[in-house]
């Protein structure tokens, strides 16, 4: 039987030459073989044969990661000129019921930046689509012709929940985080609590409101050289914990 568990990244849908690929960072495949200590399966951005119960019912846990594109604004109810380019609706039409999908089944999930945003509009809340253009909110883009070192440095503080998940991680009240978002939580999704706000109120992180389920979702980047960073090891080794268990569960 498997002593390692399976953890399933969605694929984004893009365009290389004249062919589509499915592709998945790297970085997050790193993360998932070197921190969360589990075999990463890659989820392809295609109509599905099988139901996302099916899907969800193979995996032990669940790695919503980021991406360059955004959330389609249909998704949560605004026109189609309030969002930023680009998009990539494949990934929207994959990720999103494969979410509620696995939030029903109690699946441990990670979800990082755009994953952080997919669970918001899957369960229900909504997005700033352009958060610089929000009046109080500051500009949380990245510098895209700096250097990745320089786009992934840490950037700003964040507040961490009393007695919350992250807060008992990084054993501290606030953290310094990297920044390389355009989108934003405007409305929090039901069922879930906010762990972490940055300075100007924007939220950072949510968890699930069930304690006997891992779900947690955070605005930036800890797959980015986790290694030098104890806060962003400790969170992907949080989920490594959950999916372990998980596996435990399963028929043997």
Sequence with gaps: MRQVPLVGLPSDLRQIGPHPFHAVGEKYLRAVTEFVGGFAVGLPALPQPLAPEAIVAELDGLLLTGS?????????GLPPEAGAEPFDPARDASTLPLIRA??????????????????????????????????GLSDHREDKTAPLDAQYAVAHAVRLAPDGLLQRLAGADTAMVNSLHGQGIDRLAPGTVVEATAEDGLIEAFRGAREDRFLLAVQWHPEWK????????????????ACRARLATKPR
Excluded: W
Excluded at 226 to 241: M, V, W
């Design 226 to 241: 986790p290694a030098e960073h104890p806060f962003y090891a400790a969170i992907l080794r949080a989920f490594g914990d």
């Design 68 to 76: 360059p594109s955004n959330i389609e604004p249909h998704h949560y």
């Design 102 to 135: 696995a939030v029903a089944a109690g699946l441990p999930i990670l979800a990082l930046c755009r994953g952080l945003q997919e669970i918001t509009v899957a369960l229900g809340g909504s997005l700033h689509p352009r958060v610089h253009e929000v009046e």
